[in-house]
């Protein structure tokens, strides 16, 4: 059975701190990686696409890094603002005859004023 | 506002109800899915249409049944479900579908479901 799992599964961090968290997946058959953000009652919203070992992708003060080798990637967030509290999910996907998809369970992140 | 809409927003319905849940995508996009989140639980892929064909059934009951009339629209058509069934039904969208596409989905923003 294919995990992706994500740590922590809740963060609190105070406004204008920095943080990251983790994505965790199946190192074989790698074929791309997707970080979204979702706020609640709202759509989650793309973040990035990652595909390169290596690759790191930047938003503003949201980056990601993607090591395909070990099977992790990072999502750091610069000086942390209200805005930021939201569920950030990302998804894997593998070279396959199936195609599928599969998500983490997300990482919940508040930040205190 | 990601593009993708749904219908309704929230829904409660009775063990012999039947309903459906639409979803409409306004992106020109060829690939349409539906998702379930349970309490606790990751985003689950129910199915997926790719050009108006379904190409993904992940071990889906048959109390649920998709159909996709054409590319922009997809419905979820619910009759006897259990109250199991109850979680967040999300519907997404992207460019293309299949092996070798990397194509980022858009989401809807959900409906929410109980089953009674």
């Known amino acids: 059975i294919l995990n992706v799992e994500q740590s922590p599964q809740s963060l609190h961090v105070q406004e204008g701190d920095s943080t990251n968290f983790t994505c965790s997946f199946p190192s074989s058959n790698f074929y791309a990686l997707h970080w979204y953000r979702w706020e609640t009652a709202k759509s989650p919203e793309a973040l990035f696409v990652m595909t390169l070992n290596g690759d790191e992708k930047k938003k503003g003060r949201i980056s990601a890094t993607l090591n395909t080798k070990e099977g992790y990637s990072y999502l750091y967030i610069k000086g942390s603002q209200p805005e930021d509290s939201a569920t950030y999910l990302c998804d894997f996907s593998y070279m396959n005859r199936d195609d599928k998809i599969i998500f983490g369970k997300g990482t919940r992140l508040h930040i205190l004023p | 506002e990601t593009g993708v809409t749904q219908t309704p927003r929230h829904l409660v319905m009775g063990m012999t109800n039947k309903k459906s849940l639409k979803c409409e995508q306004h992106l020109g996009h060829n690939a349409m899915y539906w998702y379930k989140q349970s309490a606790k639980k990751p985003l689950e892929l129910m199915f997926v249409?790719?050009?108006?064909?379904r190409v993904e059934n992940n071990s889906v009951p048959s109390r649920f049944s998709p159909e996709c009339p054409n590319s922009s629209h997809l419905f979820l058509h619910l009759h006897t479900l259990q109250p199991e069934d109850s979680a967040l039904y999300l519907c997404a969208s992207s460019q293309d579908w299949g092996r070798g596409s990397t194509d980022t989905q858009y989401f809807g923003p959900g409906t929410r479901l109980t089953v009674l």
């Open positions: 249409y790719s050009l108006e064909e």
